[in-house]
Each structure stands twice: as structure tokens, then as C-alpha cells.
Nanobody, 119 residues
Framework: QVQLVESGGGLVQPGGSLRLSCAGSGFTFSNYDMSWYRQAPGKERELVARSTRFLGSTNYADSVKGRFTISRDNSKNTMYLQMNSLRPEDTAVYFC????????????WGQGTQVTVSS
């Protein structure tokens, strides 16, 4: 049974930092591209950052470049998102996603963790 469990969300003031974690189980973590998405109220879900299985290359949404850092530890089946210089517009539910390249049916989601940036 595949599971993705996010943690680390919460309430933070503008300019603050949070670190999200996503623990995976039930699949071979290193075979998957791992991504963070977010969805704000009334908006579509958007890609925040991705770490590919090939050489661990990363890419980011323009809105978070230079502020967020995605990383993964395949030995722990865990992915992270370090979020610095947080802004109110970063407020959203953050979701973990696992996608096996070339296999569209192997696409899994976590339940999400709320991040609220407010003073």
C-alpha cells in the first residue's frame, strides 16, 4: 500500500521559515520523481518544486526560486522542502507527489499539510 505522509506545516510570520517533510512507503522511492505542489483557496493546484530521479536534478516555480529548496534522502524514503523568506502569498495546502517517469498510472499524492503565512 502506497503512502505519502506530509508534516511540518503550520503558522509562520512573513519572513519566517518552515521545513516540510514527505515520508514515502509502499514503493521504491528512488525510482520516482518527487514533487511538492500547493493549492491556495479558490486557486488551482500548482507545481512548487520537483526533484527528479535522474541525478536528483531540481526545478522550481518562478515564484519560489531563491527562497525554497527541495531535497530528498532516498535512504530514508523522505523528501523535504525548506521554505525561507515566506510571504503571505505562500499560504496554501502543500501536497507531496510521487510520479514514476514513463508510467502515468504510478502517480501518488499525500493528504496535504497547511502552511499559513500571516502576522
Amino acid at each position: 500500500q502506497v503512502q505519502l505522509v506530509e508534516s511540518g506545516g503550520g503558522l509562520v510570520q512573513p519572513g519566517g521559515s518552515l521545513r516540510l517533510s514527505c515520508a514515502g512507503s509502499g514503493f521504491t522511492f528512488s525510482n520516482y520523481d518527487m514533487s511538492w505542489y500547493r493549492q491556495a483557496p479558490g486557486k488551482e493546484r500548482e507545481l512548487v518544486a520537483r526533484s527528479t530521479r535522474f541525478l536528483g536534478s531540481t526545478n522550481y516555480a518562478d515564484s519560489v526560486k531563491g527562497r525554497f529548496t527541495i531535497s530528498r534522502d532516498n535512504s530514508k524514503n523522505t523528501m523535504y522542502l525548506q521554505m525561507n523568506s515566506l510571504r503571505p502569498e505562500d499560504t496554501a495546502v502543500y501536497f507531496c507527489n510521487a510520479q514514476r517517469p514513463g508510467f502515468s498510472t504510478y502517480n501518488y499524492w499525500g493528504q496535504g499539510t497547511q502552511v499559513t503565512v500571516s502576522s
